[in-house]
């Protein structure tokens, strides 16, 4: 991963701790229904939240292709 690319989503995962649903978010539907997706340029950030608990995880960081999600 480019050293811009890898700064970018660091930057995004620290925003993610106070308000994990800010930026480019999406709900994903179908298998994946339940995830969410931050865009970060071509990269996509896959997670699931824990609301009850403040809890963020996260599952995946992938480039996005046409076969990503």
């Given at each position: 991963?480019?050293?811009?690319d890898r700064e970018r989503i660091n930057r995004a995962?620290?925003?993610?701790?106070?308000?994990?649903?800010?930026?480019?978010?999406?709900?994903?539907?179908?298998?994946?229904?339940?995830?969410?997706?931050?865009?970060?340029?071509?990269?996509?950030?896959?997670?699931?939240?824990?609301?009850?608990?403040?809890?963020?995880?996260?599952?995946?960081?992938?480039?996005?292709?046409?076969?990503?999600y």
């Amino acid at each position: 991963m480019p050293v811009r690319d890898r700064e970018r989503i660091n930057r995004a995962l620290n925003d993610m701790k106070s308000d994990p649903l800010s930026g480019d978010i999406m709900a994903l539907r179908g298998d994946y229904q339940g995830l969410y997706r931050r865009r970060v340029g071509p990269w996509r950030i896959i997670f699931a939240l824990k609301p009850d608990r403040r809890i963020v995880l996260i599952g995946d960081i992938v480039r996005r292709t046409s076969t990503t999600y």
